[in-house]
């Protein structure tokens, strides 16, 4: 027998899908034993446009034209298709560039808030219902009585501390820092009562001014704001430094 030579081409083929209504490019695998008529049909799923309405133009690889699909008879392995052609839909039937993908004239949904109260199948029924979060009266007021409790112990602390008291102030995950008393008492940042403290060292983050208002006055970078149940009031002599050491 001679020799023969067997040409196998592969029954699927991947292709780029663009169209005149559609911004953006997808990818399709597509049988080449589909005819043209078939072929629309899936693209009307893929870019919006009718069927009947859709002109076909296939691309090269490199994006380069290369024929008109016209025939609705033929196979699409008929025509030079390979992977990564890219098939363009030409929509006949009026609509506009960005139709489908562009929400900027859509009429938003607004729903009061009274209504909102009475829907059933709302995120806030459903807590409700459950008991979750702000809902959970018991558990809420649970948390109240310990944040205040918490802050009466704060302001007893507070009240042991004056300016000019030297400290140690220990907050978790730090180290160990001491420092001079500058300011005790509230402030416009945060609520609650603060002290205000330098540092021997610069560890601090400002220098007695926070949020354009200023609560004492240091050396920047020596200045911070501490809760007083973290501050210790003592005799704590500053510390020398070991500058006249080389």
């Known amino acids: 027998m001679e020799d023969q030579v067997t040409v196998i081409t592969n ?7 663009t169209s ?57 392995g008929s025509y030079p298709v390979d992977d990564d052609c890219r098939i363009h839909v030409i929509d006949k039937s ?16 607004e729903l009061s808030d009274r209504d909102y109260e009475k829907r059933t199948d709302s995120a806030r029924s459903f807590m409700k219902r459950n008991r979750v979060g702000r809902f959970n009266e018991e558990e809420t007021a649970k948390k109240q009585a310990e944040m ?5 112990e704060q302001k007893a ?17 730090q180290p ?32 007695g001014t926070v949020q354009e208002k200023q609560y004492f006055d240091c050396e920047m970078k020596y200045g911070a704001f501490v809760k007083p149940l973290n501050v210790t009031v003592g005799d704590f002599p500053e510390e020398d430094y070991g500058i006249d050491e080389m």
């Open 20 to 76: 005149t209504v559609y911004a953006v490019e997808v990818q399709r695998r597509f049988n080449r034993g589909l005819c043209i008529a078939d072929l629309k049909g899936k693209l009307e799923m893929a870019v919006g446009t009718p069927a009947g309405s859709m002109d076909l133009e296939l691309y090269s690889v490199s994006d380069k034209f290369m024929l008109k699909m016209d025939d609705n008879d033929a196979l699409l």
């Open 11 to 17: 029954p699927l083929v991947n292709v780029r899908i």
């Open 157 to 173: 602390a507070a009240e042991a501390i004056s300016v000019g008291n030297r400290c140690q102030v220990l907050v978790p995950g």
């Open 176 to 207: 160990t820092k001491v420092a001079t008393v500058m300011y005790v008492g509230t402030t416009d940042f945060k609520p609650g009562c603060w002290v205000g403290v330098k540092y021997d060292e610069p560890l601090g983050k400002h220098n």
């Open 94 to 109: 009026g609509q506009q560039v960005g139709e489908f993908t562009d929400v900027s004239e859509v009429e938003k949904f």
């Open 148 to 152: 205040a409790a918490r802050e009466n």
